[in-house]
């Protein structure tokens, strides 16, 4: 047994609202920059829809994740060692830019500039990939709410997966919103899939993260990833993903998706798992067989046996405390109401999902009856078995017993809970129904809606000697001379290029250049974009505006 | 032997692989970053996907046959049995094609590069030297070979070019054996000179970092976060050494 720590994620669905807070500021956290304007970190998918980037989950396409070779074994889906050299000078199932979509910004200059005239001038759409005017017909979220629904939702891949009959039944009855981040998965394919080996899962807390350094834009990262979560920064030539924002969870604070997330639906905590035995379990012939597979991977951490062999890997006490304590190992396994997004791709994601029962009451308070009697739950639960499908092929590869003893589980805590509000005696036979005691609804009931916000977090800090980095502070501008000509830190070889500059003493250069300087904000640099992250609306940093073919006066 | 040749297939050499070596050295030191293929293929697919393998492919069998047009000495192959007559044969004809899959691929991805607008875009003034650079030096090699074989009656350069070029390595450059050379592969040779002396600060540095070693490492790199600290090196001490 290898014991490892590993950082991970539940998101409870009943509670989104699809209001992409999490998205929005996770991109303004780390993908505010030229080169990344379509990536997106953290996405807000409406399900049934396509998902971003287009039709993800089509694996027969994009052949992302793992597969099982005729003798049984794991293999890269896109194809072994060999092949992905033979095709690394172009590679055949590399998304484009219009599968995610093309970024784009709109002509404020018009509104500006524009002569006298009888009609409102108009700011007209242009892209940030070619500059030209544009016509916007696809983004990330452009079937949000099922927008284009029955023209767009029928390509979704997991509802092609559900039979036709129902499809327009289900449309009409069943929506639900799921946010993804990278899953920083036990047996990572981008990772696999990297030549360069630059993607590494760091080995304290299971963070996977793309080395910049190493990166040599090989692109098959972007294709081994099931999840197409791993993207290319088309302006720095590198692979770059979702971090887990590790620099906040180093330090005990949860990400910055999870800690705006209005809902609170988010849950981050530590589970222990054997190492030694993942690849095993990522093998099981049958994908029905990988939830199991997976959970039998993630250790008990109130085990001796297992404290005694994580001491001996060398994790630290307060970790396995935080082990004891994660709402993570209740979630999966205490209440058993969390599954994995995909277990089939067989990369072993550690971001797990409580599916949404709201639809299923949202059905029954529309027809007119009691949404939340336990009897009428529990009767729809086995009667809507579209919902459950779907719900199926997204988190247990198909099987659709898992869904449905999670969605009994979470109707018995509405009722059981609602008779405790009302005043009423408690019902144990509702808890007995799904096979709780009532003190473990009104524990469930505590963590998924009470959801305190420390327990919902339980993160150790990492065990770092900082004093090296405080240092920074100390050098103050006259020691640190990797700093030159500012952020754009534009080097000899393009863009970025030359060493980084830490990220403090960028700052407080970039602050001090703009407090002192007689300078406007330049970014001449970025040809055509700029980042109105930095800007602080002194002047017009060249590429604000197109230039319109003037010359500069002055 | 004059001055001139001197310069030209003495110190020319010397310079451009010094700078070659030691412009690597200090690349990977000062750039790690800016290491990169700086692939396009997001922008456009369709004509990278039939470029680049034909320019790719091509140059590394060009690459091979210079290996053993070169580094090989002559009497090597004689003694392995191989006749003058059937190296000739199979270099002239694996050559030739591979020259011009070489620079049919090249043509496609400059055409590529200016006509399609974000390529074009993303294009530096750097990569259009490199471009120069790289192109003049193929068609230059790709032209002798075929004047020599085609036009005239072939050319043994493996009696003086690649005497010249393995004399460097053995530090006694020997310019003689290049004077007497045909223009074209003269203007060839110093061509790639050029072009070794501009490859450390192009993006050809991707070369150097082939990726052959993911043929024999474990799937799953796992890094302790201590190891290396995020960014390429160490953070400065913030005190001055005590003596």
Redesign the interface.
Known sequence: MRVMAQLAMVMNLDKCIGCHTCSVTCKQAWTNRAGTEYVWFNNVETRPGQGYPRTYQDQDKWKGGWELNSRGRLKLKAGGRLKKLFSIFANPLMPSIQDYYEPWTYDYDRLFSAPMQADTPVARPRSLITGEPTKISWSANWDDNLAGGPELAPADPVLRKVSDQVKLDFENAFMFYLPRICEHCLNPSCASSCPSGAIYKRSEDGIVLVDQDRCRGWRMCVTGCPYKKVYFNHRTGKAEKCTFCFPRVEVGLPTVCSETCVGRLRYIGIILYDADRVTEAASVADDKELLEAQKSVMLDPHDPAVIDAARAAGIPEDWLEAARNSPIHKLIFEFGVALPLHPEYRTMPMVWYIPPLSPVVDVLSGTGHDGEDAGNLFGAIDALRIPIGYLAELFTAGDPEPVRAVLRRLAAMRSYMRRLNLGQEPDESIAAAVGMTGQGVQDMHRLLAIAAYDERYVIPKAHAEQGAQLEELALGSGCSLDYEGGPGMNGPFGEASGMPAPIAVENFHALKERQRGDDLDDAGELRGRVNLLNWDGKGTPDGLFPKNGKKEES | MNALDVVLWVVAPYVALTVFVLGHVW?YR????????????????RL??IG??L???GILVVLLGHIGGLVIPKSWTEAAGVSEHAYHVVAVVLGTIAGVATLGGLAILIYRRRTV??VF??T?R?DKLMYAVLAVAIVLGLAATVMANIVGGGYDYRTTISPWFRSIFYFQPDPALMAGAPLLFRLHALSALLLFAIWP???LV?ML?A?????T?P????????EQ?T????????WEPSR
């Open positions: 690349r000062y750039d790690k970053f800016g290491w990169t293929t700086r692939s396009s293929q997001m922008y456009e697919s990278l996907r680049s393998p320019f790719h492919f607008g974000p875009t993303a530096t750097n600060f192009t993006r991707h970092t990726p052959v070693g993911y043929l490492r799937y799953v790199v796992y890094r302790s976060r201590d600290p960014g390429s090196r160490a953070p400065r001490r913030g």
